[in-house]
């Protein structure tokens, strides 16, 4: 059965350091990956998207890779602040609009992160 | 600012009551979908639609949930009868799926914070 794991455990960083989350997927095969950001008591924002044939993509402090082979996501913040502390949220996305069907994500479980001063 | 809507935000009811939930998504999105969110299963899709008609939902239990789009502007989500299993954050996304893509992110709601008690 399709499986997608992310860290279960929070991840507590120190202030200023690169915090990297790991999505790992089996039985699947994405033609994208997307990255979400949750905050308590609020719904999932969107913050990257990358195409499975796109190895990185940057967007300011965020930087996600997606290796097809390994069948893994890395999500990286860098320099990263108290106000990046949040539940982070990877969905894989098989790109059905050409057979008719939507954008119809599946969600990992989310990785908490802490970011400490 | 554009942005999805959802009421009620929270409901308390008691096991065998009806539940209805609304969405209002964001004007323009053609694409709208429904989801439920819990500690031990995270974010699960529970149906999704298309241009108003609906595309899959295999992931709601048929029995008792149903959801419509009377409209564009409106979705609803319906409970009947209501079990205490059902406690949960119910969350409505839109998006712009597009034949070619690229694929878009989706637009989250609030929320609705269902207690069945």
């Known amino acids: 059965s399709q499986k997608i794991e992310q860290n279960s455990e929070a991840l507590n960083i120190q202030e200023g350091k690169t915090a990297t989350l790991t999505c790992n997927y089996t039985n699947y095969s994405p033609a994208y990956l997307q990255w979400y950001r949750q905050d308590p008591g609020r719904g999932p924002v969107f913050l990257l998207l990358?195409?499975?044939?796109?190895k990185e993509k940057r967007k300011e402090r965020l930087k996600v890779t997606f290796d097809t082979t390994l069948k893994q996501s890395l999500f990286h913040i860098t320099a990263s602040q108290p106000a990046d502390s949040a539940t982070y949220l990877c969905?894989?996305?098989?790109?059905?609009?050409?057979?008719?069907?939507?954008?119809?994500?599946?969600f990992g479980t989310g990785t908490q992160l802490k970011v400490e001063l | 600012d554009a942005r999805v809507t959802q009421t009620p935000r929270h409901k308390v009811t008691e096991m065998g009551q009806e539940v209805t939930m609304r969405c209002q998504p964001i004007?323009?999105?053609?694409?709208v979908f429904w989801y439920r969110q819990t500690m031990m299963q995270g974010l699960e899709l529970l149906a999704y639609?298309?241009?108003?008609?609906?595309?899959?939902d295999s992931g709601m239990p048929k029995d008792r949930f149903s959801a419509e789009m009377p409209d564009a502007t409106l979705a609803t989500l319906k409970i009947q009868p209501s079990e205490p299993r059902d406690s949960a954050v119910y969350f409505c996304?839109?998006?712009?799926?597009?034949?070619?893509?690229?694929?878009?992110?989706?637009?989250f709601g609030p929320g609705t914070r269902l207690t069945v008690l």
């Open positions: 004007l323009g999105h053609n694409t």
């Open positions: 996304a839109s998006g712009l799926t597009l034949l070619r893509g690229p694929n878009h992110e989706q637009f």
């Open positions: 990358i195409r499975e044939n796109e």
């Open positions: 969905a894989l996305d098989r790109g059905e609009e050409l057979t008719g069907g939507g954008n119809k994500l599946t």
């Open positions: 639609f298309r241009n108003r008609a609906p595309l899959d």
